[in-house]
T-cell receptor, first 114, second 115 residues
C-alpha cells in the first residue's frame, strides 16, 4: 500500500548543529507521488513546510531542504544549522496530484537544546 | 497565517452517545477534510468534502459517521452512536483548491474520549 516511514523521535540536537530526519515512502496506488514535509509547532495546527512534486527536485523552506529521490524512495529532511525555534514535530507525507488523500508518517519530534 | 479552529479541544462521552466535532475552516477555502489519529498511530484520512458533498472517504469512515457544512457555517463531523474505538484525536483541514497539492491547513485537533 501507500505509506511513509520516518525517523522515530524524539530527536535531540543542540542549537547550530546540523539535522537530518529520514523519510522513505512506498507509493503503490499513486503513479506520480507528491512528497511533503509538514510541521506542527507547539500550540499550533499542522502546516505545510515544503513540498516537491517532481522526482529529482529539491524543496526548501525556512532553511530546511529535502530532495525527492525516486531511486531510493526517500525524502530526507535536512537543515545545516538548527535553531531553538525549530523545536516541533515534523511529518513526512505522500500524496497524489490532488488533495483527496494524503498519507502521513508517524511524525518525528525535534528538540533543539540552547 | 491562516488558521483552522476546532471546537471542542477535548470531549469525553459515554459509548453510544452522539458527538459533533466542529471545525471553522479558513475563510474562502473550498475543500474540507477530517483525519483521525489514534494514540501512538499515524494520522489517517477519513473524508473530504466539497460543494456540499463527500468526495472521497476511507474505510475508517464508518456508517455512524457523517459530515456536513450547512450554509457556510461550521464543517462538522458527527458520530452517532459512538464506540470505544472512536477514541482518537480528530483533525480538521481545509484547502483553497484542488490544484495546489499539499496546501492543507490543519486545526489543532479535537481529542475524543469514549468511555
Amino acid at each position: 500500500g501507500d505509506s511513509v516511514t520516518q525517523t522515530e523521535g524524539p530527536v535531540t540536537v543542540s542549537e547550530s548543529e546540523s539535522l537530518i530526519i529520514n523519510c522513505t515512502y512506498s507509493a503503490t496506488s499513486i503513479a506520480y507521488p507528491n512528497l511533503f514535509w509538514y510541521v506542527r509547532y507547539p500550540g499550533e495546527g499542522l502546516q505545510l513546510l515544503l513540498k516537491v512534486i517532481t522526482a529529482g527536485q529539491k524543496g526548501s523552506s525556512r532553511g530546511f531542504e529535502a530532495t525527492y529521490n525516486k531511486e531510493t524512495t526517500s525524502f530526507h529532511l535536512q537543515k545545516a544549522s538548527v535553531q531553538e525555534s525549530d523545536s516541533a514535530v515534523y511529518y513526512c507525507a505522500l500524496g497524489g496530484n490532488s488533495n483527496n488523500r494524503i498519507f502521513f508518517g508517524d511524525g518525528t519530534q525535534l528538540v533543539v537544546k540552547p | 497565517g491562516p488558521k483552522v479552529l476546532q471546537i471542542p479541544s477535548h470531549q469525553i462521552i459515554d459509548m453510544g452517545q452522539m458527538v459533533t466535532l466542529n471545525c471553522d475552516p479558513v475563510s474562502n477555502h473550498l475543500y474540507f477534510y477530517w483525519y483521525k489519529q489514534i494514540l501512538g498511530q499515524q494520522m489517517e484520512f477519513l473524508v473530504n468534502f466539497y460543494n456540499g458533498k463527500v468526495m472521497e472517504k476511507s474505510k475508517l469512515f464508518k456508517d455512524q459517521f457523517s459530515v456536513e457544512r450547512p450554509d457556510g457555517s461550521y464543517f462538522t463531523l458527527k458520530i452517532q452512536p459512538t464506540a470505544l474505538e472512536d477514541s482518537a484525536v480528530y483533525f480538521c483541514a481545509s484547502s483553497p483548491r484542488q490544484g495546489n497539492t499539499g496546501q492543507l491547513y490543519f486545526g489543532e485537533g479535537s481529542k475524543l474520549t469514549v468511555l
